[in-house]
C-alpha cells in the first residue's frame, strides 16, 4: 500500500476536482466511501471508491453517447445520493459544467436556471419531479436529455426523457479524465435570489479545492471519520464541505433518508461529523426546551448547571477562564445529562459545523456546554465557500473565527467585510455588471455584509449593508439581529420586522402551532388563528416579544404583531431554497396585515 494512502490528497496533487477524485480512487479503492438507504430492502447499502468510480465511467460513455462536449452545462436535482456524486465526477471528467439545483425550488425558477445556463442535460429523482414541470415544458427546449433515477413507466410522449437504467451502457469503459486548467469554470452556481432573479455564480477548479483543502487545515478531519449528510448538495457549504473534503481525506459519507428521519438516522449511523444550516440546531433546542418545560423542575435545573458548568470548562479549555471547583461535579452532569442528550445525537459526534447564517448565541452555548463543539463559520457562494471559520483550539463562538488559510480579509468603507483569495469566484455567468459591483478590479470581493476584526483576527459579523431599516424618525434598525432576538422564544417560528419609512417598528410572525395551542388553552383562547387577531393576544406576544428584546434601545421596541399559523415555505414562494426569507415577497403577499398596523399614522 503507497505511503500517501493515510494523508490527505493536496490541491496541488488534485490540480481538479475530478483529478481529486481520481486520486482517491487510487490511493484507497476498497475503502467505504458512501452510504445510502435502500429503500426497497430497507437497508443501509455500502459503496466502495473503486464501485463508484467503474458507474462514473459508464455515466461518461453515456454522455459523450449523447454529443456532450466539454463546456457543455449539466444539471442535477437530484436528492443528496452516489448517484449525484457520480452525476457529478462523470460531467467534471468530461470538462462539462455542472449547474446544481435544489429540489424543493420553484419550477418556474429551475425553467430561469436551466435557460439562462444553456443546460443540455437534466438529471431528476422521480416521475413526480418531472410531472412538476408540465406548466414549464415548452420552456425546456434547450435540453437533449432528461433523466430520471426512478424506472419511467412504458410509454411517454416525451423522446428525452429517460429513466438512468435505460440510459446507462451495460459498462463504460476507463474513466475519462480530460486535461484540465485548474483555473477553469468547474461549476455555475446559482444564488437563491431573494430579491430578483438568481445570479449564477462561476466557481473554478482552483476555487473549490483550494477551498476544501482550507478547510481541512482548520479542522482535522481523517480517513476514519463518518459525516452524515443531509443539507443539500446544491449547497456550495455542503458540496464543498460535505463532498469534495471528505474526497480529499477519505472519509466516509453517509446520505440520510431525509431531515424528518434525521433523529433515527443520527442513531443509526453515530456519525462523527455533522455539518449544517443553524436551523437545525435550533430546531434540536428548541425540541430539548419543549421536552424540559414539561417536565419536573429539577430535570430543567440539572439542565441548566450541565450547560453552565460545561461552558465554564469550555472556557477554561480556550483559555479564557480559570479554574472552577464546579468542574469536579462534571463526571455526573455528564452521565445524568449531557451523554444522554448526546447519545440522542449518535454518541460520538466530535465535531459540528455551523454555517449559511448566524447561530443564536444561546443554542451553541448549550451545545458546547453539553461537550459539543460547535464550529463557526462565514462565506458566501461567491466564496466558495468558506472565508471564515473557528478553529477547535480557537473556538470564540461569538464570532465567526479567522479567515481561512491563504484568504485574506479587511474593514472596506461603510465596515464591509472584504475578501481576497484563491477561493474567490470567476464572476456572475452573462452578468458582467454584477460581476464588476461584487469584485473590484483589485480583486478584493464586497461581501454585503458589515463586520469588526479584534486584535487576534477574529470576524464578527454586525450586519447586512443592505438589510437596514430606516425609520421615519431616521433610526437605522438591523432587522436580522431583531428577528434573531424574538426567535429565541421558541414561540415565535418566523419573524419578520417592518418599519422602513414608519414611526415605529412591527412584526409579522408564524408560531410554532403545537406551543400557540397550550398557550391557547392556559389563556382561555380558542387554539386556531381566529384568536390571533385579538387584541389581548397582540398584547400577550408583545409582552414576549419584549422579554427578548431588553438589550435594544427604546426606539427600536415592537409595538404591533400580526401573528400566523400557516408557515413561509419554499412551495409558497417565501422561502428561497436556502430557507432564507424573500423578505419583499411576504410583504408584498401581507401587504393588507401591514397598512392595518399603521393605520392612522
Known amino acids: 500500500m503507497p505511503a500517501a494512502t493515510g494523508r490527505a490528497i493536496t490541491s496541488a496533487e488534485a490540480v481538479t476536482i475530478d483529478g481529486l477524485f481520481r486520486e482517491r480512487v487510487v490511493r484507497t479503492p476498497d475503502s467505504i466511501a458512501y452510504r445510502d438507504y435502500n429503500q426497497q430492502h430497507a437497508n443501509w447499502r455500502d459503496y466502495t471508491w473503486a464501485q463508484i468510480d467503474r458507474q462514473v465511467a459508464r455515466w461518461q460513455a453515456a454522455l459523450e453517447r449523447d454529443g456532450l462536449k466539454a463546456g457543455d452545462r449539466v444539471a442535477v436535482m437530484l436528492r443528496n445520493s452516489p448517484e449525484w456524486v457520480i452525476f457529478d465526477q462523470a460531467a467534471l471528467g468530461l470538462g462539462l459544467i455542472v449547474v446544481p439545483l435544489y429540489t424543493q425550488d420553484r419550477c418556474d425558477n429551475v425553467a430561469y436556471i436551466l435557460n439562462d445556463s444553456n443546460c443540455k442535460v437534466l438529471l431528476l429523482g422521480t416521475n413526480e419531479q418531472w410531472k412538476a414541470f408540465a406548466s414549464v415544458r415548452e420552456h425546456l427546449g434547450g435540453l437533449v436529455r432528461i433523466l430520471t433515477v426512478e424506472t419511467q413507466p412504458a410509454a411517454t410522449d416525451e423522446p428525452r426523457l429517460q429513466s438512468v437504467e435505460q440510459w446507462l451502457p451495460e459498462d463504460g469503459a476507463a474513466t475519462r479524465h480530460i486535461p484540465a486548467d485548474p483555473d477553469a469554470l468547474a461549476t455555475i452556481v446559482y444564488t437563491s435570489g431573494t430579491t430578483g432573479r438568481p445570479k449564477g455564480v462561476m466557481l473554478s477548479h482552483r476555487n473549490i479545492v483550494t ?13 476514519s471519520d463518518v459525516l452524515l449528510s443531509f443539507l443539500p448538495l446544491s449547497h456550495t457549504f455542503e458540496r464543498t464541505c460535505g463532498y469534495y473534503l471528505t474526497v480529499m481525506c477519505g472519509a466516509t459519507t453517509v446520505y440520510a433518508r431525509s431531515v424528518q428521519q434525521l433523529g433515527e438516522d443520527l442513531q443509526a449511523i453515530r456519525p462523527t461529523m455533522l455539518i449544517s444550516v443553524p436551523r437545525i440546531y435550533e430546531r434540536i433546542y428548541a425540541a430539548i426546551k419543549a421536552k424540559l418545560a414539561d417536565g419536573p423542575p429539577l430535570r430543567k435545573k440539572l439542565f441548566e448547571l450541565a450547560v453552565d458548568i460545561g461552558w465554564a470548562r469550555f472556557e477554561h479549555s480556550q483559555g479564557r477562564g480559570g479554574w472552577q471547583a464546579g468542574f469536579l461535579l462534571w463526571p455526573l452532569l455528564n452521565a445524568l445529562v449531557a451523554s444522554k442528550i448526546m447519545a440522542r445525537l449518535g454518541g460520538r459526534l466530535k465535531t459540528a459545523f455551523a454555517g449559511g447564517a448566524a447561530l443564536a448565541p444561546d443554542v451553541s452555548r448549550v451545545f458546547i456546554g453539553l461537550g459539543l463543539p460547535v464550529i463557526q463559520g462565514y462565506g458566501l457562494t461567491e466564496t466558495s465557500p468558506v472565508a471564515c471559520a473557528n478553529r477547535l483550539d480557537d473556538n470564540v463562538p461569538a464570532s465567526v473565527g479567522k479567515a481561512a488559510p491563504g484568504v485574506e480579509v479587511k474593514i472596506g468603507d461603510k465596515n464591509a467585510l472584504m475578501i481576497k483569495g484563491p477561493n474567490v469566484m470567476l464572476g456572475y455567468w452573462n452578468n458582467e455588471e454584477a460581476t464588476r459591483a461584487m469584485i473590484g478590479a483589485d480583486g478584493w470581493l464586497n461581501s454585503g455584509d458589515t463586520a469588526r476584526i479584534d486584535e487576534a483576527g477574529h470576524v464578527f459579523i454586525t450586519g447586512r449593508l443592505k438589510e437596514i431599516i430606516v425609520m421615519s424618525n431616521g433610526e437605522k434598525i438591523p432587522p436580522v439581529d431583531i428577528e434573531a432576538a424574538i426567535s429565541r422564544d421558541t414561540l415565535f417560528e418566523q419573524v419578520l420586522l417592518i418599519g422602513e419609512g414608519k414611526p415605529y417598528l412591527s412584526v409579522l410572525a408564524n408560531l410554532n402551532r403545537e406551543q400557540w395551542t397550550k398557550l391557547a388553552a392556559a389563556s382561555g383562547y380558542t387554539s386556531g388563528d381566529v384568536a390571533l387577531q385579538e387584541p389581548a393576544v397582540e398584547k400577550m406576544l408583545l409582552a414576549r416579544i419584549a422579554v427578548q428584546m431588553k438589550e435594544f434601545p427604546g426606539y427600536a ?18 422561502l428561497t431554497p436556502t430557507l432564507k426569507l424573500r423578505r419583499g415577497r411576504v410583504i408584498d403577499k401581507f401587504q393588507t396585515e401591514l397598512d392595518s398596523m399603521y393605520s392612522g399614522h
Do not use: D, K, M
Not at 214 to 223: E, F, G, H, N, R
Open 211 to 223: 477551498n476544501a483543502e482550507a478547510c481541512l487545515i482548520v479542522v482535522a478531519v481523517t480517513s
Open 557 to 574: 421596541q415592537v409595538r404591533r404583531i400580526r401573528a400566523a399559523l400557516e408557515p413561509w415555505t419554499v412551495e409558497n414562494g417565501l
